[in-house]
């Protein structure tokens, strides 16, 4: 959608009775307001989503609730320093200015801060918006649930331990004293299956899916998560030696998520907590590897057409044919090294601060058929501890869930219990190969990764 036409959100949350043209004059007079009161600069976002959560354990149903959630978020800049202050309450936006503008004038100035981003033209961004989902009521959300849980009890011995359903509706609108407006609405739905076995040995397995339309498989999640468990069963050891190592699209990016994500912050950049200060124009990868940070993707969980700060979102080449390329900047640390925002800062919510956040970064390497290209070695479906990397050298030792032995160009036997000790550097540099299987993992779109060499210890 575009910024410069009003959406019509009452249609969206009719039983809350929002009148986006009241909240616009209402933000209006509340900017002028802190300009009054000494500001530079102000912002102010308000933002309204209604969700609906489902939580099973076992085979039932355990919670199903709904709720719309609204506030205010007001940014004011005195001397740099910038205040934050949050509200709830619909008709206190004027003291929420008041609280911001006073906070920013007992901060210490910032001679860096610049100033909010100034007024811009967006390109629309298809795939966001599903009238299905917002048109789901409670009964069908829960009927989604429980496809779930007969996914899982269609596969033999098999029952889940938990998972849950959740859809979002949300509308967000953001204005400051720059002659900023911006606003965008979009839907979401996901769900997640964790499933064990009913009796003998125990494995376990999950499997996720998350699209902002409504064009999910639920049945086949819980499917899915049965059958890799059920597979996992009567695992072997594998010793300890040095083995490629093909990583699933949800383990990859959970140690993407926790090492090379925040390595090309530009926070952290700034603040030297990176492994890739000064590296810009350097080869840190395999030539064959892109990096992409698109907020443009159409449909993206990520996408949108500008970030929470009203920057237009775009794409950007982290990571260009194994060259560093760029970092991700929010609209302060671009005025800080005295570059363009690329269009990433983003915010949990109305009641946080932005900051520098990936969108949809999406990897790019030639796929192939890489386990039949694969003499011997491992696949691994999920990690655990990619969380402890260590963000500025990028070493990290995590533990591998669903792991496989390949023989021959084959998926043979479940291993019991797995071990990979590495670096984010390292591992770049020794990607040599890539699946067809493409997943959106969140806001990481990534194939099956391929690493030619890693230090692995079996049970």
């Avoid at 007079?29 to 102010?44: H, N, P, V």
């Avoid at 964790?194 to 998350?210: H, I, K, N, R």
Wanted: hydrophobic letters at 35%; aromatic letters at 8%; glycine letters at 10%.
């Amino acid at each position: 959608m575009t910024a410069n036409k009003t959406e019509n959100a009452e249609k969206l949350f009719p039983e809350n009775k929002i009148s986006i043209e009241e909240i616009r004059s209402g933000i209006e007079k509340a900017l002028k307001l802190s300009e009054q009161l000494g500001a530079s600069d102000a912002e102010i976002v308000f933002s309204i989503g209604e969700s609906t959560s489902i939580q099973f354990k076992k085979d039932v149903i355990e919670t199903a609730k709904q709720s719309t959630n609204a506030g205010y978020g007001v940014r004011a800049a005195v001397n740099g320093a910038v205040g934050f202050a949050g509200t709830n309450l619909i008709s206190d936006l004027e003291n929420t200015v008041r609280t911001a503008v006073a906070s920013a004038k007992v901060m210490e100035a910032d001679p860096l801060f610049k100033s909010f981003p100034a007024k811009s033209e967006y390109k629309t961004v298809d795939g966001l918006f599903d009238d299905k989902i917002v048109e789901m009521r409670l009964d069908e959300c829960i009927e989604c649930a429980t496809d779930m849980i007969s996914g899982v009890k269609s596969i033999e011995n098999m029952i889940p331990t938990s998972g849950g359903f959740s859809r979002s509706v949300s509308y967000l609108m953001i204005m400051n004293t720059n002659d900023l407006f911006a606003q965008r609405k979009g839907t979401a739905i996901s769900g997640f299956a964790d499933v064990t076995t009913m009796s003998g040995e125990v494995s376990t397995a999950y499997d996720y899916a998350v699209s902002r339309e409504k064009n999910v498989d639920f049945a086949k999640i819980g499917e899915n998560a049965a059958d890799l468990a059920k597979k996992s069963l009567n695992g072997v050891t594998c010793g300890a030696e040095k083995m490629p190592v093909i990583f699933h699209p949800f383990s990859f990016s959970d140690i993407l998520e926790n090492t090379l994500a925040p390595s090309v912050d530009a926070d952290n950049i700034q603040k030297e907590r990176s492994g890739l200060v000064g590296r810009l124009g350097d080869e840190i990868a395999n030539t064959e590897l892109s990096i992409v940070d698109d907020g443009t993707l159409a449909g993206g969980i990520s996408s949108g057409a500008f970030d929470d700060e009203g920057t237009p979102t775009q794409k950007t080449n982290v990571i260009e044919n194994g060259v560093l390329n760029s970092y991700l900047y929010d609209s302060y640390t671009a005025g800080k090294d005295g570059v363009k925002s690329t269009g990433n800062g983003y915010r949990y919510s109305y009641s946080s601060a932005p900051s520098v956040d990936f969108s949809n970064f999406i990897i790019q390497f030639p796929q192939s058929d890489v386990i039949r290209e694969t003499k011997r070695g491992i696949y691994v479906n999920t990690v655990i501890g990619a969380h402890t990397a260590n963000e500025i050298s990028g070493d990290f030792s995590i533990e591998g869930r669903n792991a496989f032995l390949i023989e021959n160009g084959e998926i043979s036997k479940p291993i019991k219990s797995v071990m990979i000790s590495g670096n984010i550097f390292e591992m770049l540099k020794n990607i040599d190969g890539a699946g067809k299987d493409v997943r959106s993992v969140g806001g990481i779109i990534t194939p099956s990764i391929r690493i030619s060499e890693m230090s692995v210890i079996g049970e």
